[in-house]
């Protein structure tokens, strides 16, 4: 019973993740109506980190110490580590963003739909909600609660897969759920190499940043065309976001340097 107790803590952040939103918004629709709309917004933009605070607060209340419970330990990482992951997020957005442009139209344009909606016509709510707390709330629930929580209990094998197909199905989309599982086991990788949550939390910003930049580029015909102008410069891309990111990782990532890690 004592080992099926971090796997029902962990599976418990992740339903807490999905259903609080829909709750809260079910909750103002029955007794406040007509704050609804205002109500869908502020969840559709801020619901994570509400869950996140919330999930905290129930942490430091049962007596646990929050930097523990989710391993915000950024000395381990250090200044060239943090750095590195930033570089190491944006050199993989430069690679997915090459193989997906590079798909087939009828393959993407449901995601693409489904990736407009996720900005709005705000830049600096964009840049709040994609950019900033997408990163510390994803990290702090999927890497920080979850994947540690079944860490206590699993092999590094299974926690890491386990954790990265819960992190991929909540993004819906089959195109997101392929590479935001890829994301969420490198990313738990990145934790369990590094024993810090700064790790995997520099690189999701930096890979988060990367596709909100993406959405000013419209606004510039001569970026456009250097990222985007046709096959030869995706391809280009593409590369160098694959070859940076395996240099990155072979550089800073593929050993334990944490001191604590196990099988």
């Excluded at 190499?193 to 990367?210: C, D, E």
Aim: aromatic share 14%; proline share 4%; charged share 10%.
């Amino acid at each position: 019973m004592k080992k099926a107790l971090p796997i029902l803590r962990g599976l418990g952040v992740y339903l807490v993740f999905l259903l609080l939103p829909y709750g809260l918004l079910l909750t103002v629709q029955i007794f406040w109506p007509q704050a609804a709309e205002a109500a869908l917004w502020f969840l559709g933009n801020f619901s994570s980190l509400i869950t996140v605070l919330l999930l905290l607060a129930l942490y430091k209340l049962s007596g646990r110490s929050v930097r523990e419970s989710v391993g915000w330990k950024p000395g381990q990482v250090g200044k060239g580590g943090h750095i590195a992951a930033f570089a190491l997020g944006i050199c993989g957005n430069l690679a997915v963003s090459a193989v997906l442009n590079l798909l087939p139209a009828s393959w993407v344009e449901s995601y693409g739909e489904q990736s407009a909606q996720v900005f709005g016509s705000s830049m600096l709510m964009n840049f709040l909600t994609v950019a900033v707390l997408a990163p510390v709330c994803e990290e702090i629930l999927f890497r920080g609660l979850i994947f540690r929580s079944f860490r206590e209990v699993m092999p590094f094998g299974w926690a890491g897969v386990l954790s990265a197909l819960l992190f991929g199905a909540a993004h819906v989309h089959p195109l997101w759920v392929c590479y935001a599982f890829g994301m969420g086991f490198c990313f738990s990788l990145m934790t369990e190499r590094k024993g810090s949550l700064s790790a995997p939390l520099a690189a999701h910003a930096g890979f988060n940043l990367w596709s909100f930049a993406v959405v000013l580029v419209p606004y510039s015909r001569i970026l456009t065309w250097v990222f985007y102008g046709g096959v030869l410069q995706l391809a280009f891309w593409g590369i160098v976001g694959l070859v940076g990111a395996l240099f990155l990782w072979s550089r800073y990532f593929s050993k334990c340097s944490c001191g604590d890690c196990r099988p």
